[in-house]
């Protein structure tokens, strides 16, 4: 696949505590193999289907570490992309550092504490695949502080957005697009409101692809994981939210399974 443009979701990546059991979760539940890079000192591993990359699989070196499943935005310069950041508000955590030939990375929060990581590509550009079962399909942004983290992500990385339902109201969502493809939507941001518990922190929501929604879930099940919101529909695919085995929590969706019509 082509390098990605600036500011497109363009690979993820889950801190877990036990690299063995993420494989056998991730594989059973997606299809995924896996392929080892012994030489890297994190001792990261790849997930692969139908021969691309979709995802990797990193060990937590630090039990602090939230189990957590991460987005990466492309850039075509990473450390211009962290003084952007600085610039904007938002705070550099990691890098921006090299991954081998693979490429280079930095990690950053938001000014309402989102955590992202930023990818500039090298020999490895990103997602292979994505939006088919198995692989990445959707993100967005889950956060407090709509009114400093748009403008935030508008000076980063030029996002453009659209606003669906009503601003300031029970649904207040957008949907971004880049300036190098306008118009098609690539993340989402929702402003939570008083439904989601006061403990949850803003965060980047994660979707994988999945064949049948309801499998999926029943799937988690059997393999340790649990279930924190039942399977729904939407006008986007039918949908779920879990947690895997380790703690580390994801959206599976149905994308052919549509119902309703898209909010306005």
């Given at each position: 696949?082509?390098?990605?443009?600036?500011?497109?979701?363009?690979?993820?990546?889950?801190?877990i505590?036990?690299?063995?059991?993420g494989?056998?979760?991730?594989?059973?539940?997606?299809?995924w193999?896996?392929?080892?890079?012994?030489?890297?000192?994190?001792?990261?591993?790849?997930?692969?289907?139908?021969?691309?990359?979709?995802?990797?699989?990193?060990?937590?070196?630090d039990g602090r570490?939230?189990t957590?499943?991460?987005?990466?935005?492309?850039?075509?310069?990473?450390?211009a992309?962290?003084?952007k950041v600085?610039?904007a508000g938002?705070?550099?955590?990691?890098?921006?550092?090299?991954?081998g030939?693979?490429?280079t990375?930095?990690?950053?929060?938001?000014p309402?504490?989102?955590v992202?990581?930023v990818?500039?590509a090298g020999?490895?550009?990103?997602?292979?695949?994505?939006?088919e079962?198995?692989?990445?399909a959707?993100?967005?942004?889950?956060?407090?502080?709509?009114?400093?983290?748009?403008?935030?992500?508008?000076?980063?990385?030029?996002y453009?957005g659209?606003?669906i339902?009503?601003?300031?109201?029970?649904?207040?969502?957008e949907?971004?697009s880049?300036?190098?493809?306008p118009?098609i939507p690539?993340?989402?941001?929702?402003?939570?409101?008083?439904?989601?518990?006061?403990?949850l922190?803003?965060?980047?929501?994660?979707?994988?692809?999945v064949?049948?929604?309801?499998?999926a879930?029943?799937a988690?099940?059997?393999?340790?994981?649990?279930v924190?919101?039942?399977?729904?529909?939407?006008?986007?695919?039918r949908?779920?939210?879990?947690?895997?085995?380790?703690?580390?929590?994801?959206?599976?969706?149905?994308?052919?399974?549509k119902v309703?019509?898209?909010?306005?």
């Amino acid at each position: 696949m082509a390098a990605f443009a600036e500011g497109v979701p363009c690979w993820a990546d889950a801190f877990i505590p036990d690299m063995g059991a993420g494989k056998r979760f991730y594989g059973e539940l997606f299809g995924w193999t896996f392929q080892d890079d012994e030489g890297d000192r994190n001792a990261f591993t790849i997930a692969v289907l139908d021969g691309k990359p979709v995802a990797a699989l990193l060990p937590k070196t630090d039990g602090r570490m939230p189990t957590v499943w991460n987005i990466y935005l492309a850039s075509p310069d990473a450390a211009a992309s962290a003084e952007k950041v600085r610039q904007a508000g938002g705070q550099v955590i990691v890098g921006p550092g090299q991954v081998g030939e693979h490429g280079t990375m930095l990690m950053a929060a938001d000014p309402g504490g989102a955590v992202f990581g930023v990818w500039q590509a090298g020999t490895q550009p990103g997602f292979g695949q994505k939006g088919e079962p198995g692989s990445y399909a959707w993100t967005e942004l889950l956060t407090r502080d709509s009114a400093r983290v748009d403008p935030f992500y508008r000076a980063v990385f030029g996002y453009e957005g659209k606003q669906i339902g009503e601003a300031g109201g029970d649904f207040d969502y957008e949907v971004w697009s880049v300036q190098d493809e306008p118009g098609i939507p690539q993340l989402g941001r929702m402003q939570m409101g008083p439904q989601f518990p006061a403990e949850l922190p803003s965060h980047f929501q994660l979707f994988f692809g999945v064949d049948d929604c309801d499998a999926a879930v029943a799937a988690v099940g059997k393999l340790g994981g649990r279930v924190n919101r039942e399977p729904m529909d939407s006008p986007y695919g039918r949908n779920a939210a879990v947690i895997d085995d380790q703690g580390a929590a994801f959206v599976v969706i149905d994308m052919s399974r549509k119902v309703g019509e898209p909010p306005a």
